[in-house]
């Protein structure tokens, strides 16, 4: 039993390939897993909540409004409870919503509420499969990780023929444990990252920082505690909020950035996304600097900050089996990050252009090139959170002896 103690969460979505949807539930519980179902208004037009609450032997969900739902399962917990979300049949209506972001029903609410994975099994006719506005749908949600099985290629419902067949049944719980099987991949491996800016004090009120998000670094601890590892996130002030089983270091400047950094060796692996401000104030004032009358304007001289990712990535005992860095570039990026990989000694560093334009500095996507040994593999655009989740999936397969072609 592949599926043993998940808790998949199925929204059933309105088409003829609902029907498959019964089969689907009973084949998610002989691999073990527990079955809840959302059913959309559209969807309840193909199969009955009778059905699909006798078979997964739990209540229907279908309001966003009823009380009854909200009092006793809120929208938030259906959607956190699941440890996937699998939308199916994912119509060319639902992809669109799932695609803009848009919340007006249950589903859609779920879909937008969940910190969870989210697999579709789309199916419509082959002409609404092909429309580029669903094309767009696909794309949008590619880039926001949400994985897909299908559609298969075939007769249609509608008397075409062509790609828009719901896949099997089969394929889907194949499809579902595939997602789920990496849920171990990085059990027993510690991994440390860094995330956010540093905070340089200039007197006890002002400081120098920069406008790092932390949305990378924080993703990146989300992906790889999800893979099962024991997670250390050493974070300077961010908004973010620290994700669900991660152990958050909270720190100001660079070098306590360091000692929580050092204070949480040996670990398997490090991750430095964090955006250290490569320089700190050199005599830090101890009251506030007052501004008099007539005087000058103080000057502030600098000193270097110490580098951690280079300092984790000395060689000794206690350097993690993999150090990643990252290399924010304007110009030149693949190069510079390969100079940057030798001259810091980590083994990978993920090369992202920040640029004007681009978005990067703050925003949700990210367009990374991973630099190893032997050379570079370019990834498409990806949400901050795909990245993340690719990158630990990547961590995890050369941990476990898989050669990938960043190496
Ligand atoms: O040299 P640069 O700042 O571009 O290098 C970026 C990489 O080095 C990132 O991985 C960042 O987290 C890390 N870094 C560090 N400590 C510093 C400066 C950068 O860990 N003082």
Redesign the pocket.
């Known amino acids: 039993m592949r599926l043993n103690g998940k808790r998949i969460l199925l929204i059933i979505g309105g088409g003829i390939a609902a029907y498959k949807c019964l089969e689907l539930i009973r084949r998610l519980q002989d691999e073990g897993a527990g079955v809840r179902c959302i059913l959309t208004r559209a969807g309840a037009e193909f199969v009955t909540p009778l059905s699909v609450a006798a078979l997964s032997g739990d209540k229907v969900y279908q309001d966003l409004f009823s009380l009854t739902d909200e009092a006793e399962m809120g929208h938030i917990r259906l959607s956190r409870e699941a440890d996937l979300l699998v939308v199916a049949p994912a119509t060319a209506d639902l992809m669109a919503k799932m695609a803009a972001g848009l919340a007006g029903n249950l589903a859609t609410t779920a879909l937008l509420a969940t910190d969870k994975p989210v697999l579709i099994a789309p199916a419509m006719n082959v002409e609404m499969w092909s429309h580029p506005a669903t094309q767009r749908s696909v794309q949008t949600l590619e880039a926001d990780g949400v994985a897909r099985v299908g559609p298969a290629a075939g007769d249609l419902a509608c008397g075409e023929t062509g790609p828009g067949r719901m896949v099997e049944a089969s394929e889907i719980v194949d499809a579902v444990a595939d997602k789920l099987g990496g849920a171990g991949l990085l059990a027993g491996r510690k991994v440390l990252i860094?995330s956010g800016p540093t905070r340089e004090a200039i007197d006890p009120v002002r400081y120098l920082s920069n406008h790092s998000s932390g949305k990378q670094g924080h993703a990146i601890a989300r992906a790889v505690a999800n893979l099962g590892a024991e997670t250390v996130l050493v974070t300077g002030p961010t908004a973010e909020t620290v994700p669900a089983g991660v152990q958050a270091v909270h720190v100001e400047s660079?070098r306590d950035m360091l000692a929580a950094c050092e204070a949480a060796l040996p670990a398997d692996v490090a991750i430095?996304?964090?955006?250290?401000s490569?320089w700190r104030i050199a005599d830090e004032a101890g009251q506030k600097m007052k501004k008099s009358a007539g005087a000058a304007p103080p000057a502030l001289s600098l000193v270097e900050?110490?580098?951690?990712?280079a300092t984790l990535s000395k060689p000794g005992p206690n350097r993690p089996a993999l150090v990643v860095?990252?290399?924010?570039e304007t110009e030149n990026v693949i190069d510079n990050a390969m100079d940057?990989r030798k001259r810091?000694l980590c083994d990978w560093i993920v090369a992202n252009d920040v640029s004007a334009g681009t978005g990067t500095f703050g925003g949700d996507n990210n367009t990374v090139h991973l630099v190893g040994a032997d050379g570079v593999v370019d990834w498409p655009t990806m949400s901050k959170a795909a990245v993340a989740e690719r990158l630990a999936e990547t961590i995890a397969g050369h941990l476990n002896g898989k050669r990938d072609a960043a190496e």
């Open positions: 860094t660079a430095c996304a964090a955006a250290v490569d900050n110490p580098d951690i990712l860095g990252f290399a924010a940057k810091k």
